[in-house]
């Protein structure tokens, strides 16, 4: 089956760097998105991996292991308005995204 | 980069109404998603709209529900139809264009009364 785990929420200090994780299983591979998502509103994209690596993208890394399954979102230099939902979502062979259910980072002062 | 337009943004609705959701690309793309988002829960596909032939469902969507219309390479839309509460969501069109990166509309945010 297709599945993508990633944990339910986290916390992190402002100024800090988080490491959100995410694994997938899908039929077929075309890339792994990391998008963020505020409350209310719709997800906004990120950052967007198809090869091994790492990709980084102003205070914002995304890594991408296609042999583990596996990809972090890097936050650096913490803001408060980083506080969100952030979405992993892997493109299976069909070019459908199958997402998971979103990490919830509350950043604290 | 494509730029998806969506409207309405918002809606409150009578129940068993229906309420048509358009999504408009300024750009030609093959395929458009359907996404719903309830209160607190990540995206879930409602179906995938092609050009020239029926919109494909997923398991708990059926098309007397949620009617699609796919008249051309930059348009389409989602009709929520009989609404209950139940319904009341987040409406998202998202366009994956075979480029790297999936764009959305702004959602629509239903409210059914």
């Known amino acids: 089956g297709q599945n993508i785990d990633q944990p339910t929420e986290m916390t992190a200090t402002e100024g800090a760097i988080v490491q959100i994780n995410c694994t997938y299983q899908?039929?077929?591979?075309?890339?792994l998105f990391w998008y963020q998502q505020h409350a209310g509103e719709a997800p906004t994209f990120l950052s967007y991996n198809v090869l091994d690596g790492l990709e980084e993208k102003g205070r914002f890394s995304s890594f991408l292991s296609r042999s583990k399954g596996y990809s972090y979102l890097l936050l650096k230099e913490l803001q408060m308005k980083d506080s969100a939902s952030y979405l992993c979502a892997s493109m299976d062979s069909n070019y459908q995204l199958i997402w998971g259910a979103g990490t919830k980072l509350i950043i604290k002062p | 980069s494509a730029v998806i337009s969506q409207k309405p943004s918002r809606d409150i609705c009578q129940r068993g109404t229906s309420l048509t959701i358009q999504c408009q690309v300024d750009s030609q793309v093959t395929m458009m998603f359907w996404y719903r988002q309830q209160p607190g829960q990540s995206l879930t596909l409602i179906a995938t709209a092609n050009q020239g032939s029926e919109a494909t469902y997923e398991s708990g969507f059926v098309i007397d529900k949620f009617p699609i219309s796919r008249p051309n390479l930059t348009f389409s839309t989602l009709t929520v139809s009989n609404m209950s509460p139940e319904d009341s969501s987040i409406y998202l069109c998202?366009?994956?264009?075979?480029?790297?990166?999936?764009?959305f509309g702004q959602g629509t945010r239903l409210t059914v009364v």
């Open positions: 899908t039929s077929g591979f075309n890339g």
């Open positions: 998202s366009d994956v264009s075979l480029s790297e990166e999936a764009f």
